[in-house]
C-alpha cells in the first residue's frame, strides 16, 4: 500500500515535479496528490508563495500539469491565461511586502591633518617610554 507522499522517490511518479518543487510542496503542507488535488493549482502555488519562497510561473504550470498527468508545455493557452489571471488576482490580495529602506548613500569626508591636533599614537607613548 502506498502512501502518496511526495518523497524523493515519489516525487518522479508526479508529472513535472522535481525535487526543489516537492520539497517546497512538503513545507507548505502539501504530501500527496490528494493534498494537492484537494487545494487546487491556484492556491497550492500561493501557499508556497505565501512561505516565502519565490515561484515562478513554470510552478503553477507544472502543478496544474501533475494534477492533469500530462506535461507542463500540453496546457492549453487558455488554460494558462485562466491559471494566470487567478494566481494574479490572488496575489493581488497579499500584504505588501515590508521592505527596509535603502541605506543612505556614504560619503567620505577629507579632514585636514594639522599637526598640532594629531594624537600621539600608542607607538610614539612606548618609543617615549624606553
Known amino acids: 500500500m502506498t502512501t502518496g507522499k511526495l518523497d524523493a522517490k515519489q516525487t518522479d511518479k508526479l508529472r513535472n515535479i522535481g525535487p526543489k518543487s516537492a520539497a517546497w510542496l512538503r513545507q ?40 492533469q498527468d500530462c506535461h507542463w508545455q500540453e496546457i492549453s493557452d487558455e488554460r494558462r491565461g485562466e491559471l494566470i489571471q487567478a494566481a494574479d488576482a490572488a496575489i493581488a490580495l497579499l500584504p505588501p511586502p515590508r ?32
Open 99 to 130: 521592505y527596509r529602506p535603502a541605506a543612505a548613500p556614504v560619503t567620505t569626508t577629507q579632514v585636514a591633518e594639522d599637526a598640532s591636533m594629531a594624537m600621539p599614537s600608542l607607538f610614539d607613548e612606548a618609543a617615549d617610554r624606553d
Open 28 to 67: 507548505v503542507g502539501l504530501r500527496t496528490r490528494e493534498d494537492l488535488a484537494a487545494a487546487g493549482t491556484v492556491d497550492a502555488f500561493m501557499r508556497v508563495k505565501r512561505a516565502g519562497f519565490k515561484p515562478t510561473l513554470n510552478l503553477l504550470y507544472a502543478i496544474e500539469g501533475a494534477l
